[in-house]
């Protein structure tokens, strides 16, 4: 790739948790396989370059995470990071690329970082709208959102109104569709841009196979989020979803104690069901 080497980021997938589902659970409308096992799981992302240090959402707090049935609480993505030698007042931007709890969660732990939301996002949290719309509202952690403002009064907060680079190398873009202000991140790499889907698109059979998750803001706004995911990826290979397990199939593990939760996706992508060694 051309350009600056110092602006080509590692990326890794941190999974800080697991929970049991079935698809009738994950998909937008009837599945004839509806009853069929299907799991979730839950990731945070961390993005280096040669001059930034950049967390992409920030999972469930610890508190939370006690109170969910039937979650898997590996760890607080928190203990992860700094486990790998990224203490959190050594991340200088956090994206959040929505602001469901299972995003937002440990947000606040990044003292010394700027957070990049999009305003259409926050507007719609704190506006009239969601507080009428139970389906909606449940997923926002009150905690979480009142911190966010106090960062944002604190001049910690850069509301970015559609696409926008965030540091040299990594960008967000404006998709909507699972909430009004979803974004997904663009990241440059030795491999080419990695797209860090998020909930844009839950599973890889959202993107692939052009089915929406089950929990939207609006059904338009999710098909035109996987065309855009599509069009910001330098192929398909450098799409990683928010919330499918296969992740952990399709590139490779940290070496290390951490391996079991942890993957490199600045590297080559296995094929398809192959297992690693």
């Known amino acids: 790739m051309t350009g600056d080497s110092a602006d080509v980021f590692r990326v890794y997938a941190i999974c800080y948790g697991h929970r049991d589902g079935r698809r009738g659970q994950h998909f937008h409308g009837y599945d004839e396989r509806w009853d069929e096992p299907h799991p979730t799981a839950y990731y945070v992302w961390l993005a280096i370059s040669d001059r930034h240090t950049v967390v992409i959402d920030t999972g469930i707090s610890p508190d939370r995470a006690e109170r969910l049935p039937g979650l898997d609480y590996l760890a607080s993505p928190v203990a992860t990071l700094e486990r790998m030698g990224f203490a959190a007042g050594s991340v200088d931007h956090v994206v959040l690329t929505h602001l469901h709890y299972d995003h ?114 609006s059904m338009t706004g999710m098909y035109g989020a996987f065309d855009r995911i599509k069009e910001l990826a330098d192929g398909p290979g450098l799409i990683v979803p928010g919330h499918d397990p296969e992740v952990r199939r399709r590139f490779p593990r ?19 069901g192959e297992e690693p060694a």
């Open 254 to 272: 940290l070496p290390g104690p951490l391996g079991d939760r942890v993957s490199v996706l600045h590297e080559p992508v296995r094929p398809a």
């Open 104 to 217: 937002t969660g440990t947000a606040d732990a990044f003292e010394r970082a700027r957070y990049v939301v999009q305003r259409t996002e926050l507007d719609y949290w704190t506006g009239p709208w969601a507080k009428r719309i139970g389906r909606e509202r449940w997923l926002v952690g009150d905690r979480d959102l009142t911190r966010l403002l106090a960062a944002h009064d604190e001049g910690r907060v850069s509301l970015v109104d559609g696409d926008a680079d965030v540091v040299p190398g990594l960008s967000v873009h404006l998709v909507g569709g699972h909430t009004a202000g979803t974004q997904v991140v663009r990241v440059r790499t030795a491999r080419g841009h990695l797209v860090l889907a998020s909930d844009a698109s839950h599973f890889y059979e959202n993107v692939e196979e052009d089915r929406p998750f089950a929990i939207l803001h």
